[in-house]
């Protein structure tokens, strides 16, 4: 007789079990992620549309030197040393300049002619940061970082298991490619969730992966690995949480302040050393403007002796990035690094990126993420509606248990990977199967609440 003691996959009702606690845990966040990435995807025309006050103003007369445009921005905030200059777009729009002290950095908006200081606004406050540390971090720092991380990776779960539940099982497309409509009741719901999760499954995970290399947890543990495959430290072109963003802040400022220092230490020996002046910012504007390098571009000072000026195409499309060294004495470029140019992983992260933010092709590439995202939002909402329909009153309403089943070797070997893969989703797991088997199905009153098993030993089957 066949023996059944083990399967590849498990039944139906152990995957809708999977499928419905996965949702029960993310779907605040998923909403949430859903709504404020919505909003940052247009950041290009939010922030136009706030600076517009500063844009095409009237000018009457030569414009005064960068150095002197920078200088007034510096002076504006007392205490502070320049970290960015960003070059104009237009000649007539106000000049951006990044002044920090310590790990603080402030945008000073100055007029290009009177030198008149129009706008501070510290760069956290900034509407789109808020927003992006709102969407990666609940603005709560590396504690937000985690945990949308974690509601990420078990949207995974969600989503891969959903479209499993939603594989064709015979009958019609309808249910399956288009909802009926006129249905009514649970069936309308049923093909809404359906179908809204298989059109928005394939973007909702693109979004899900190419959004970790910013997590606090997965973001460290691929700079990890990368380390520890080249050999070297990693230097990547994204950060992986707002402390790290303070933390590099305050590292280049103290440089920057050692430079415009009288003296700095060295091996013990205070060695004199000349304070960095701000005159060769028009000499690095005469090369760069020719360059016509992807819009903002980023001017910084050195930040260590012997270091050179550093130019950055801060593009959003981060494949038109370029990063530039320059000779402060002489204006001329030292080195120019293209995106083309970056090891392979991370290009791949910079695509992912770029779309990820709505910017690798436009505003079809700001469209299809809107749509995504509005299409999270509808499965989040038919899915309580679904669950609100079939829920008894005095249980939590999961899926039933069904007699203990034969192990399911193909299921497991793929929840290994995917912990092994995210690995806070693997700690997770093993933490509530823990809890589970050691506390909430030997408590009675808990263990009908949640729909679980008796605990109980697996017996091989016989038939």
């Known amino acids: 007789m066949k023996d059944t003691t083990t399967r590849r996959w498990p039944g139906y009702n152990a995957i809708w079990r999977w499928h419905f606690y996965a949702g029960l845990f993310c779907i605040p966040f998923v909403l949430w992620l859903a709504c404020t990435g919505s909003i940052y995807l247009f950041r290009p025309q939010i922030e136009a ?22 200088g007034a921005a510096v002076r504006a905030v007392p205490g502070s040393v320049l970290h960015r200059y960003q070059l104009p777009t237009r000649p007539d729009d106000a000049v951006q300049v990044i002044v920090g002290e310590g790990a603080r950095e402030t945008r000073v908006y100055v007029h290009p002619q009177t030198l008149a200081v129009l706008k501070k606004i510290d760069e956290d406050d900034r509407l789109m940061r808020v927003i992006f540390r709102l969407h990666g ?95 070297n430290v990693v230097k990547q072109d994204w950060s992986t949480g707002h402390a790290d963003e303070l933390k590099a802040r305050a590292s280049i400022d103290a440089g920057t302040r050692a430079m415009t220092n009288e003296h700095a230490e060295h091996g013990g020996m205070t060695m004199p050393h000349p304070a960095t002046s701000l005159a060769p910012l028009d000499r690095l504007i005469t090369t760069l403007r020719p360059l016509q390098l992807a819009a903002p571009v980023l001017i910084a000072p050195p930040s260590a002796v012997g270091q050179p000026w550093t130019a950055k195409s801060d593009a959003a499309n981060r494949p038109l990035r370029t990063d530039l060294t320059l000779d402060g004495a002489t204006g001329a470029v030292l080195t120019r690094k293209d995106f083309a140019e970056q090891r392979l992983i991370d290009r791949i992260v910079g695509y992912g990126v770029a779309a990820h933010e709505g910017q690798l092709f436009g505003i079809a590439n700001q469209l299809i993420g809107l749509f995504t995202a509005i299409g999270l939002m509808l499965l989040s909402v038919s899915s309580v509606v679904l669950w609100w329909r079939r829920k008894p009153a005095d249980v939590l309403g ?29 700690v997770s797991m093993l933490m509530v199967l823990a809890v589970e088997w050691l506390l909430l199905r030997r408590l009675p009153g808990v263990r009908r609440w949640l729909g679980l098993r008796a605990v109980q030993l697996p017996i091989p089957s016989t038939s």
């Open 137 to 231: 971090e609940l603005l709560m720092g590396n504690k937000g970082s985690y945990l949308v991380e974690l509601a990420a990776s078990w949207a995974i779960v969600m989503i891969l298991t959903g479209l499993f539940l939603w594989w064709p099982r015979g009958g019609g497309l309808g249910g399956v490619l288009y909802p009926r409509l006129r249905s009514g009741g649970r069936r309308f719901w049923r093909d809404i969730h359906g179908v809204t999760g298989f059109w928005v499954s394939f973007f909702a995970l693109f979004l899900l992966l190419s959004g970790l290399p910013w997590t606090k947890s997965w973001g460290s543990y691929l700079k990890a690995v990368r380390t520890v495959a080249t050999g």
């Open 398 to 426: 999961a899926p039933p248990a069904l007699a203990m089943q034969p192990i399911a070797v193909g299921f497991i070997a793929v929840l290994v990977a995917l912990g092994l893969f995210l690995p806070l989703l693997g």
């Open 49 to 70: 549309l706030i600076d517009r006050p500063y844009t095409r103003l009237a000018l009457n007369g030569p414009r005064a030197s960068v150095a002197a445009q920078a």
